[in-house]
């Protein structure tokens, strides 16, 4: 994935029905993640040099925040920062309920259909410098996030700058109890792959060991859906979670109209 850092601002595309393709130039790209972005559709794996195969779940990630997404949303201080936000399910369900968020992502597809169904994003990492360090209220790391990057370590002490002493993260964490730091490559069916990157898959344990070494206070840790999570705070330095102020974290222009899907 292209890593140069660039600001997207809003769009002014209207309603869209999230698992219908965008009619956007960056989805003529060869990379396979863009293409499941666009369509909307997988199947689309993490391979590992060995061959191992990681279904990516495409489908929910495109379609609108479920019932899981919701308690995590629920559970969110102050203005939220989504890490690898994807497609942006999550920071389009917290702009039409009116709270400041920002979505994250160094995929250029990721950004634009997130600006597109109404969040605010930029393409950026994570370890780039980022608007209002150190007042964020939250900060997200789901759908596998917490590998971003293969080191642990390093994420959370990052974000531990990002956030506002004392604040949240809420992570999501592999079902069982692992600890692995890989490089592995995103592909499909027909064998495209792209290019290589480091990635850790970690279970409760073992984010909440690395939390603790790291200064990390665990606040709770869950299963919900078959889907595991993690909620971290920060040090506090006697400061309470305060809203990002930053003039490029705003809501998406236009609101979704209300839909009775439940995805």
């Not at 995929?107 to 997130?114: D, G, H, L, Q, Y």
């Not at 969040?119 to 994570?126: N, P, T």
């Not at 290589?196 to 919900?224: E, I, M, N, Q, S």
């Not at 930053?246 to 209300?258: H, L």
Request: hydrophobic share 40%; charged share 25%.
């Amino acid at each position: 994935m292209n890593r140069t850092t660039q600001t997207v601002a809003p769009s002014d595309i209207g309603e869209l029905d999230r698992t219908q393709p965008l009619d956007e130039p960056v989805w003529a790209t060869a990379d396979p993640y863009s293409r499941a972005l666009h369509s909307g559709r997988g199947p689309l794996f993490l391979r590992r040099a060995d061959g191992w195969l990681l279904p990516l779940e495409v489908e929910r990630w495109c379609a609108r925040a479920d019932a899981v997404d919701l308690e995590i949303l629920g559970r969110c201080e102050g203005s939220v920062l989504d890490v690898g936000c994807g497609p942006g399910r999550l920071v389009a369900e917290l702009a039409e309920r009116g709270r400041r968020a920002l979505g994250i992502d160094v995929s250029e597809a990721a950004v634009t259909r997130t600006t597109a169904i109404g969040g605010s994003a930029l393409r950026r990492s994570v370890f780039e410098p980022l608007p209002a360090e150190g007042r964020w209220g939250s900060a997200l790391l789901v759908d596998g996030n917490v590998g971003i990057g293969g080191d642990p370590r390093a994420l959370l002490r990052r974000l531990a700058q990002v956030l506002v002493p004392g604040g949240l993260l809420i992570a999501e964490t592999v079902p069982v109890d692992v600890d692995e730091r890989v490089h592995v490559r995103i592909t499909d069916t027909h064998n495209t792959s792209g290019t290589p990157f480091p990635w850790a898959r970690l279970g409760t344990p073992a984010l909440l060991r690395y939390g603790a070494r790291a200064g990390w206070h665990a606040v709770d840790h869950w299963t919900t859906g078959e889907r595991s999570f993690v909620a971290l705070r920060s040090r506090s330095r006697k400061r309470s979670a305060e809203p990002a102020t930053s003039t490029a974290v705003i809501n998406g222009r236009r609101p979704r109209k209300p839909s009775t899907d439940t995805r």
